[in-house]
């Protein structure tokens, strides 16, 4: 392993907290049989992984799959902050030869917060003027993380105010039966209600009857009080 690699991993160390690992483990279901059995995390907070990140800027595409590769939750963090930094100081070129890297390394990007922190700067951000297909290919997927990535790479696009593959998509995942791709899909139709609360509404009364509670629960949050319980009734 070279010098900044280790470097980085020594880095994070400083900032390990054994404390923190067990509320982690608890919190990202570490346990046998949960969504993410055995992931090992060190207990550093993203704010530290941030900075450490900003540190490393310069590291390689080669040496990034290094650190993605690792069983260590943060060093997967790590080197996926280090990729949106290189994304966004990148010209058009290197910013496709990132989006095919992050696709390549989807099973490695396997937890909600890696994905959710990751998905709309890359992924979300490369096909905002460009066709979306892949979308719909990873919300198809039998790969839960892929599921989600689909789905949560549309915020980029909520953010500037497109919001069909956002509906189209969640539509696709609306049958799903994982409680996180509830969540998100959730998430991303309140984000999207926030924006155009008609649309959304005109979303809901076509598919009340197939969505998760849980998913509606999340869709709804943000809207008055009233309308919050004519959905949550009917």
Known sequence: MNDMLNKIKQDLQKFANKEKVKILQRFFKTGKGQYSEGDIFLGIVVLEQRKI????????????????????????????????????????????????????????INNWDLVDLSAPNIIGDYLLEKDRKILYKLARSKNLWEKRIAIISTFKFIRDNQFT?????????????????????????????????????????KHLRQMPRTMLRYAIEKFPENRRLYYLRK
């Open 53 to 108: 990140a900003k540190k490393y800027s310069e590291l390689t595409l080669t040496d990034i799959q290094k650190l993605l590769n690792s069983k260590v939750h943060e060093h997967r963090l790590t080197s996926l902050f280090i990729l949106i930094d290189k994304y966004q100081r990148a010209d058009q070129k290197n910013r496709k030869k990132i989006f095919n890297f992050y696709l390549s390394n989807t099973k490695q």
């Open 165 to 205: 593959d956002t509906l189209k998509i969640s539509e696709l995942l609306l049958t799903d039966k994982h409680d996180l791709i509830h969540k998100a899909v959730g998430w991303m139709l309140r984000e999207v209600g926030k924006r155009d609360q008609q649309l959304l509404e005109k979303f809901l009364d």
